[in-house]
């Protein structure tokens, strides 16, 4: 059985840290996401195509996009490599690790923290916890990663 968290003794992860591991993770993704558009032949600055290719290159996108924030949580200890470069990371409400049906559910959840106005991204600033809307559904943390992280 997991050990629940030390509540008093947490450091949860600032919405600043939170935003800034965010923005290089898409960083990230955007380097992908133009390399595979090159790769099937399409301007990855055309905003005006909308041929079969195109929707093959935004399925793509979107497919790595899920295997990059699942993939990462579930085998690097919780930690995209933008979670990572700010020493942040995804934990369990329990204190766990995540597992690949907990960082699903976080994954489809950020969809409702974004949807309203991202208002549940916004929710980080006045929580105690400095949970976000998806961080509630999925039941995860993201705290502060004071150790080197750890890979499984």
């Not at 497919?63 to 919780?78: E, T």
């Not at 976080?106 to 106005?117: A, E, F, G, Q, T």
Request: charged share 20%.
């Amino acid at each position: 059985m997991e050990n629940d968290f030390d509540h008093q003794n947490v450091k949860y992860a600032s919405f600043s840290q939170r935003l800034t591991a965010s923005i290089l993770d898409g960083l990230i993704l955007s380097l992908i996401g133009i390399g595979i558009s090159f790769a099937l032949g399409n301007n990855p600055f055309d905003t005006t195509s909308r041929d079969s290719r195109s929707t093959l290159d935004y399925l793509l996108s979107l497919c790595i996009s899920i295997a990059y924030d699942v993939g990462f949580l579930v085998k690097q200890n919780g930690q995209t490599p933008g979670k990572r470069m700010m020493h942040i990371r995804v934990s369990k409400e329990t204190g766990g690790q995540v597992d690949v049906f907990t960082a699903i559910i976080r994954y489809i959840s950020k969809w409702v923290s974004i949807i309203p106005l991202a208002l549940g991204y916004f929710w980080v600033l006045f929580d105690k916890k400095r949970q976000g809307w998806h961080d509630k559904i999925a039941k995860t943390y993201v705290v502060i990663s004071d150790d080197e992280p750890v890979s499984k």
